[in-house]
């Protein structure tokens, strides 16, 4: 109930491509769902968040599609670069309804870019 | 403006040794997070606390100990270690629950 689950493990993309990254949830009390980008070495790092309330939202080349009756959410990134190489994670939360307002995180997706 | 610090960045220990993490934030930030990141597992959330003085246990909380005396400081203790615990220890911030984690470099810990 308490998990998201992310697919795909990993991603080669060719530079200029689309990069699109799936997550899917069974809790219906969650209504924050964020995702983080982490390179190598370093924290994780908020990309873009989206509430329930839209089923879109973009900020700039990232764009996160939001499906509340499949209770699935994705990551597009368009015009792909090879700096986006770093891993993704999808996240959720709720207020109420056990997750007690902390994150639960998908497993990750690595991301390729190839120049 | 330091955001989230993390000391040490990385600890081997032996089997049944302790260690103390130690988390910093100078944003004021209300909710602090530890959290551990293994190979294909994510982040799970060890122990968080939702201010000054309060502590709660998340997913993973078994072997670890945290106390948070100050608000800008968030300690993760491990009285006796174990390899299992070898991991990456991420710690976090935030100001509210939805409101973004703000995420530390991380602290590696090996223990052998």
């Known amino acids: 109930q308490q998990q998201v689950k992310q697919s795909p493990q990993s991603l080669i993309v060719q530079k200029g491509g689309i990069s699109i990254i799936n997550c899917a949830y069974e809790?219906?009390?969650?209504?924050?769902f964020p995702w983080y980008q982490q390179f190598p070495g370093k924290g994780p790092a908020l990309l873009i968040a989206?509430?329930?309330?839209?089923s879109e939202k973009k900020e700039g080349r990232f764009t996160i599609s939001f499906n509340k009756s499949a209770k699935q959410f994705s990551l597009h990134i368009m015009d792909s670069q090879p700096g986006d190489s770093a891993t993704y994670f999808c996240?959720?939360?709720?207020?109420?309804?056990?997750?007690?307002?902390?994150?639960?995180f998908g497993k990750g997706t690595k991301l390729s870019v190839k120049p | 403006n330091a955001g989230v610090t993390q000391t040490p960045k990385f600890r081997v220990l032996k089997t049944g040794q302790s260690m103390t993490l130690l988390c910093a934030q100078d944003?004021?930030?209300?909710?602090m997070y530890w959290y551990r990141q293994d190979p294909g597992m994510g982040l799970r959330l060890i122990h968080y606390?939702?201010?000054?003085?309060?502590?709660a246990k998340g997913e993973v909380p078994d072997g670890y100990n945290v106390s948070r005396l100050k608000k800008q400081n968030f300690l993760l203790g491990l009285e006796s270690a174990a390899p299992s615990q070898t991991s990456v220890y991420f710690c976090?911030?935030?100001?509210?629950?939805?409101?973004?984690?703000?995420f530390g470099p991380g602290t590696r810990l090996l223990v052998l």
């Open positions: 976090a911030s935030s100001y509210l629950w939805d409101e973004t984690q703000y």
């Open positions: 809790n219906t009390a969650f209504d924050y």
């Open positions: 989206i509430r329930p309330d839209v």
């Open positions: 996240a959720a939360s709720a207020k109420y309804g056990g997750s007690q307002g902390n994150l639960i």
């Open positions: 944003m004021n930030h209300e909710y």
């Open positions: 606390s939702v201010g000054e003085g309060t502590t």
